[in-house]
Every structure is written in structure tokens, then in C-alpha cells.
């Protein structure tokens, strides 16, 4: 079965601060997506990537980027000199792809607050 | 192009009652998907409508209804409404067929059950 687990609840940080946001996964499929979204206040989650199983390149947009480890079934977030915006609830989330796509299985969110 | 619209945005319903919810999708987009999200259980899958057929369907009783219209719009219906259902409710909708494709969600609408 699959699983996306998030181990931190919520992160506090100071404005200009890195900060990583972790996710694990287990999934028994070969083929699967992993995706991150963000969460702002207003409710709607916002897509931010998604990356395919055989694409373990780490991929940099801007002040984010991510790294996808398949040897220990992690995907992590990384935000470079995060901004007060930054502020949200950020889901890690999984969809097996072996026998026609999944729904996507969401991790329970990282609240990350960014303090000025 | 308008984003995903979701109706109402906020309802306050009591045990016993009904509620519907509405779905209106990015323009040309045909999948339209559904999630409960609760404090306690996070992000949960309720189902998954293509051209009007549903293609998957989550965990949760046959009180969680839903349907998908010619237009794409969606609804979904719960019945015999419980203070476990009090929720937000969000919809997605994807251009693509597969649910591996770019979800776009709404802002969701927030049920209260008393």
C-alpha cells in the first residue's frame, strides 16, 4: 500500500532562513509521481512539481528545489531564503502509476511559518 | 482562464440533513476529483469523475455521493449528514486523463455539521 509520510508537524523560522521539508514514501509500484503543494490560508492547494520515479534528478525553481533520493524513498523540499509568503501548509503526495494512475495519497502537511 | 469554483464556500448543516456541493472546473479540463479534509485524517480521496463516469472511488461510506455533468461540472452529495463529516471539501480538476496529471484545486467548501 502506499504511504507519504510528513515527520514534521510544523517548522518556524526566521525570514532569510533555509528550511527543508521532508517526505518519505513507501509504495511497491516501479512507476509512481511524487508531487509537492502548497497551502495558503485562502484553502486551495497550489501544485508546485511533480517528478516520475525514473527521473531522479534534483530540479531547483527559483527559491525552491527538491531532492529526490529513490535509495531511501525520500523527496524533500528545500526553500532558499524564505519569505513571510512562504507561509503555508505544504503536502507531499504520492500516485502509483503500475496499473493505471492512482488518486493521489497526501502526506498530513508541514505548517511552515515564516517570521519577519 | 477562471480557476476552479467551488459552491458554497461556507454551510453549516445539522446531523440527519443532506448537503450538496458544487464543482465548476477549469474551463476544458475533464477530470474532476474530490477530497475531504479533516484536522485528524488529513487529505482523503472521496472519487474521481471523468466524462461523466467515476473512475475511482475512495474509502467512505455510500452516504458520499457524486456526479459529473455533460459541462463537466461536478457535484457531490452527502446524506444523513454526522459530526465527523464537518469538513473542508475540496475538487480538482485535471486537463488530463490520468490522475498523475497537474491537479488544479479550488478553495474548497468548508461544511460544519452541529
Known amino acids: 500500500a502506499q504511504k507519504v509520510t510528513q515527520a514534521q508537524t510544523e517548522i518556524s523560522v526566521v525570514e532569510k532562513e533555509d528550511v527543508t521539508l521532508d517526505c518519505v514514501y513507501e509504495t511497491r509500484d516501479t512507476t509512481y509521481y511524487l508531487f509537492w503543494y502548497k497551502q495558503p490560508p485562502s484553502g486551495e492547494l497550489v501544485f508546485l512539481i511533480r517528478r516520475n520515479s525514473f527521473d531522479e534528478q534534483n530540479e531547483i525553481s527559483g527559491r525552491y528545489s527538491w531532492n529526490f533520493q529513490k535509495s531511501t524513498s525520500s523527496f524533500n523540499f528545500t526553500i532558499t531564503a524564505s519569505q513571510v509568503v512562504d507561509s503555508a501548509v505544504y503536502f507531499c503526495a504520492l500516485s502509483e502509476a503500475g496499473s493505471g494512475n492512482t488518486p493521489l495519497v497526501f502526506g498530513k502537511g508541514t505548517r511552515l511559518s515564516v517570521i519577519a | 482562464k477562471a480557476g476552479v469554483t467551488q459552491t458554497p464556500r461556507y454551510l453549516i448543516k445539522t446531523r440527519g440533513q443532506q448537503v450538496t456541493l458544487s ?43 457524486g456526479r459529473q455533468f455533460s459541462n463537466s461540472r461536478s457535484e457531490m452529495n452527502v446524506s444523513t449528514l454526522e459530526l465527523g463529516d464537518s469538513a473542508l471539501y475540496l475538487c480538482a480538476s485535471s486537463e488530463s486523463d490520468r490522475l498523475a496529471g497537474e491537479l488544479f484545486f479550488g478553495e474548497g467548501s468548508r461544511l460544519t455539521v452541529l
Open chain 2, 23 to 65: 464543482c465548476s472546473p477549469i474551463s476544458g479540463h475533464r477530470s474532476v476529483s474530490w477530497y475531504q479534509q479533516t484536522p485528524g485524517q488529513g487529505l482523503q480521496f472521496l472519487f474521481e469523475y471523468f466524462s461523466e463516469t467515476q473512475r475511482n472511488k475512495g474509502n467512505f461510506p455510500g452516504r458520499f455521493s
